[in-house]
């Protein structure tokens, strides 16, 4: 998304919890991603509320031109911090959904509201009867990308009209 709004990133820093199990493979999916795009990324790790300073100069000493930031709780109950540093050092972002409403530039992920009524349905046919196991497992489907506006504008930039084409939710 970064790039289709913003084709001069050329080096992007990937921003892990090293905690999370899911952190390595992350980083191996982006690092193939990035190559298919033709990117650099490095990985920075961020394992407490005293890292964010840290990696967020050692991402301006790699001169990151933008910044993803993995879904991870610790990360979430973080945003607000890491959008701060963000727009104090002008940096493209992209996060998890609430990335955006805590003042990051841009939020894509799952449909949390959509995965609520999904489960709700699950325990629905569960409690009629259905058997568990009997239920098959879903992936997500709806995926929603929002632009923080706001955000854009402290740090210099604007959304391209082909990034507002596809949001599903605009903060100004």
Known sequence: ML??????????AIVLNPENLSADPIFLVSQKAAKALKLEVRR???RSGQDFKTVFADIAKYRADAAVIHQDA??????KLFA???????????GFPEYA???GLMGYGI????????AAAVVDEILKGTK???????????FELIANRKTAKLIGVKFPDLILQRVN????
């Open 101 to 103: 409403e805590f003042g």
């Open 132 to 142: 568990p196991g009997d239920i098959p497992i879903e992936q997500a489907s709806k």
């Open 44 to 46: 920075f790790d961020i």
């Open 84 to 94: 701060d540093l963000a727009i104090k050092g002008r940096l493209l972002t992209i």
């Open 74 to 79: 610790f990360l979430i109950s973080h945003a």
């Open 169 to 172: 939710k605009v903060i100004d």
């Open 111 to 118: 449909d949390q509201i959509d995965q609520y009524r999904r």
């Open 3 to 12: 790039r289709d709004g913003f084709p001069q990133v050329r080096k992007v």
